[in-house]
C-alpha cells in the first residue's frame, strides 16, 4: 500500500489491492484482519508513530467503504518499532515504510 509523503492519504494505485482484499475479506467471514502500519526512522518517533497509526485507520476505512465490517478490522500503528529492513540506506527506509495485514480465522 502506498501513501504520499509523509501523509495517511492512500495512493490510488493501492485502490486494486485493496478491492481485492475486501473481495476475498467478504468470501471469508470467519477472518478478522489486522492492518499494521509502519514506518521508517525519518523524522521523530511521535510523529512516526501518529503517522503509522493513521495510515492504518486509512486502509481501514477505505475497506469498510468496500463492504468490509468494522468488527472485522482492527487498526494499529508501530511506528518505526519494528523494521523489516536497515533504516541506514534508501532501500531500507522504503521497505520500513508499509502496512501488513495478518489475517485471522475466528471460526
Known sequence: INFAVASAEIDEESADLLDRLA????????TSIEIAGHTDSDGSRASNQ???EARAVSVARY?????????RL???????NRPIATNATAAGRR????IDFVVNWDG
Open 63 to 71: 475497506l469498510r467503504r468496500q463492504g468490509v465490517p468494522r468488527a
Open 23 to 30: 473481495f476475498v475479506a467478504e468470501r471469508c467471514p470467519d
Open 50 to 52: 501518529r503517522l503509522s
Open 95 to 98: 521497505a520500513n515504510r508499509r
Open 74 to 80: 482492527g487498526a494499529i500503528g508501530y511506528g518505526e
